[in-house]
Nanobody, 124 residues
Framework: QLQLVESGGGLVQAGGSLRLSCAAS????????MGWFRQAPGREREFVAT????????YHADSVRGRFTMSRDNAKNTVYLQMSSLKPEDTAVYYC?????????????????WGQGTQVTVSA
């Protein structure tokens, strides 16, 4: 069973950048579709981005497209979320998640393995 651990969150001023990492344990990491989601206080969990097993196909939510970039390094069992031009509305707990198979899913219920989350706070 894959286990996921996020890191890289923190406090940043609006307009700044952060890079989140999600380290996976398990030899089958490369076979999983990976996703990033976020949840702000009082709101439902929201899709951010997803990436295919080989990293060639990437899809970002409209709210982050052009500012965030998801990537993966299968040799390091890690996915990344490079975030730039951050806004206060990006403040949330960010989660990475894994999904078996080869198809994308922007719904959180499509992912069976989740990390514990990392807090990102963007000050105005």
């Amino acid at each position: 069973q894959l286990q996921l651990v996020e890191s890289g969150g923190g406090l940043v001023q609006a307009g700044g950048s952060l890079r989140l990492s999600c380290a996976a344990s398990g030899r089958t990491f490369a076979s999983y579709v990976m996703g990033w989601f976020r949840q702000a206080p009082g709101r439902e969990r929201e899709f951010v981005a997803t990436i295919s097993w080989n990293g060639l196909d990437i899809y970002h939510a409209d709210s982050v497209r052009g500012r965030f970039t998801m990537s993966r390094d299968n040799a390091k069992n890690t996915v990344y979320l490079q975030m730039s031009s951050l806004k206060p509305e990006d403040t949330a707990v960010y989660y990475c998640a894994a999904r078996g198979g080869t198809t994308w899913d922007i719904r959180d219920r499509g992912y069976s393995i989740w990390g514990q989350g990392t807090q990102v706070t963007v000050s105005a």
